[in-house]
């Protein structure tokens, strides 16, 4: 059986990893490369990056980022933000990217992710959803970094961009982001249930119980987590030891 | 001396992080996507992300199947990566019957949709999972310096089933479904994981290569 994956999860703006609080206020951390270097030999099981502001400005800035980072850490690496083609997804694969995380476009226009399916295989192909709560059970799919509803319902979306060729969905709770209130469960377990491809939990991790809940009770696959490691508040081999210690099937290092 | 080692570039994929690994590890390293270099090679890689018929055009359209068929020959050590590997074997079942290189017998079909419980599983299978490496087969080959049990990364939608046991190298164990995970024939091998992305424990993998 795989492992349930711990990956850390890095928001980019211009230079700098930032951080913020249900995708607003952000607050400038310093030099992802460093982070990301920090959780590669901490054993981080994947890195995600993420540029907060492409959609606004159209276009992705992280190639140099990733092509630095690329370098010197080998464990896959997903990239997101301001994706909007094929040509976009190649030149971040040529870059060094494993595979693209792609939210606002993909609503837009749903063919994109057939596109990148095809081209590249759907195992590059994440679907980032930024789910906002309407009411019990129902929750609406964000784009531009969780500003803009797109009246889709977020379950109901997950499932085409499945059938349309994603391999993977990376599913933000904007509510919970940056709260450390915990994930979202009813959320994940909904969406993680309704499709057969695996789903990252994102936006809500203040401990390591979250991450416990989100895996039981949510069905996450994967576990993505910012605050948290980005503030020092706990390191990764604790957090992987937490999860080990309860039964969590999680990687041994 | 640097060892040298060719990786052909095909037009599939991220092949960057497949040269940054063999570099790290100290290597030298070569793209190529001609008959010639192929030839001249001394340890030959064949990466590759995507489906089967993809691969294989790739290749195709290149005129590289046969040299690296000529290559296989020669008993110099090569290494198939994940859809790398697949082409390795003589046919896949992705999207129709597709034929591979036939260098180790056996065939790519789907991973079962369940496990072996009956439930549905997630697929692609994609994650950090423990190879399970063959005691008997693992003496001198890329395995020398890896225990059993240790974790690598895996993203795949079809799986390889070759027709020997003694291809297996290493299997690992998806939902009670064995998943190969290596296979090997003299000094062709294949793995279904990225030793690229697998961190120190690919790398190490990658290194082993190296000393054959």
């Known amino acids: 059986m795989p492992n349930i994956r711990l990956i850390a999860r890095l928001d980019i703006k211009g230079p700098n990893l930032i951080k913020g609080v249900q995708l607003e206020g952000l607050r400038v951390m310093g030099d992802p490369e460093e982070f990301a270097t920090r959780y590669y030999h901490q054993g981080a099981d994947e890195l995600i990056y993420m540029d907060v502001v492409a959609s606004l400005y159209g276009r992705n800035n992280l190639t140099e980022i990733v092509r630095h980072s690329a370098q010197n850490i080998f464990i896959p690496l997903t990239v997101g933000g301001g994706v909007r083609s094929t040509d976009d997804v190649n030149a971040l694969l040529r870059a060094g990217a494993d595979k693209v995380a792609i939210n606002t476009a993909a609503i837009k226009r749903p063919g994109l992710i057939q596109e990148v399916a095809r081209r590249f295989g759907s195992q590059c192909m994440v679907l980032s959803i930024e789910a906002k709560k309407v009411s019990e059970g129902k929750w609406e799919a964000y784009t531009d970094n969780g500003r803009e509803p797109s009246g889709l319902d977020v379950v109901e979306w997950a499932m085409r961009g499945c059938e349309l060729g994603a391999g993977e969905i990376m599913l933000t709770s904007v509510d919970q982001e940056g709260t450390r209130r915990g994930f979202d469960c009813d959320l994940v377990r909904s969406v993680a249930t309704a499709v057969p491809i695996p789903v990252i939990a994102s936006g809500g991790m203040g401990m390591t119980e979250h991450m416990v809940e989100v895996v039981k009770a949510g069905c996450a696959d994967a576990v993505a987590m910012a605050d948290i490691l980005h503030y020092k508040r706990m390191e990764l081999p604790e957090i992987r030891a937490a999860g080990l210690d309860v039964g969590l099937h999680v990687r041994h290092l | ?212």
């Open chain 2, 1 to 212: 001396m640097k060892p040298v080692v060719t990786i052909i570039d095909y037009g599939v994929g991220n092949i960057f992080s497949v040269c940054r690994a063999f570099e790290h590890c100290g290597a030298e390293v070569r793209l190529c996507d001609s008959e010639r270099e192929i030839l001249q090679a001394e340890r030959l890689v064949l990466p590759g992300v995507g489906a089967f018929a993809d691969g294989m055009a790739g290749l195709r359209s290149r005129n590289l199947i046969e040299p690296i068929n000529q290559f296989a020959g020669t008993g110099r050590p090569f290494l198939g990566i994940c859809l790398g590997m697949q082409m390795l074997m003589e046919s896949s079942e992705e999207f129709g019957l597709q034929q591979g290189l036939g260098l180790i017998p056996g065939k790519v079909v789907a991973i079962p949709s369940t496990g072996d419980n009956g439930v549905p599983h997630k697929i692609p299978h994609i994650g950090w999972n423990e190879l399970l490496i063959s005691e008997t087969n693992r003496v001198g080959t890329i395995f020398d310096n890896t225990s059993s049990g240790s974790a690598v990364y895996f993203v795949h939608s079809f799986h390889v089933v070759p027709k020997f046991s003694q291809s297996r190298l290493a299997d690992c164990d998806y939902n009670g479904r064995m998943i190969c995970a290596a296979v090997r024939s003299d000094s062709i091998y294949g793995c279904q994981f990225h030793p690229e992305k697998s961190g120190e424990i690919g790398l190490t993998i990658i290194k082993s290569f190296l000393d054959k």
